[in-house]
């Protein structure tokens, strides 16, 4: 389930990844995921340069854009 969470200057709807998400590299396209979410109705597709990992994010932009954040280098700007 996507939540809120504060940035610095927004506030973005994020999903931390847990062992209950099924994640699937998307066919021939290189760095797409899509992810199946428990709470959630349907798959959400997202870019990330590195294999999504439980504990990280998934977070939504303003421009319905959806990326993939690591809980190491970016959960500090989402103030989780």
Do not use: W
């Not at 996507?2 to 847990?18: C, D, G, L, V």
Request: charged share 30%; glycine share 4%; proline share 5%.
């Amino acid at each position: 389930m996507f939540r809120k969470y504060p940035t610095e200057s927004n506030i973005h709807m994020a999903h931390q990844i847990t062992d209950e998400d099924e994640i699937q590299e998307v066919g021939d396209k290189h760095n797409i995921y899509l992810i199946n979410m428990k709470d959630q109705h349907g798959a959400v597709e997202f870019e990330s340069g590195a294999v999504p990992k439980k504990g990280d994010y998934i977070v939504y932009l303003p421009n319905d854009k959806v990326y993939y954040c690591t809980t190491a280098l970016d959960a500090p700007r989402l103030r989780v």
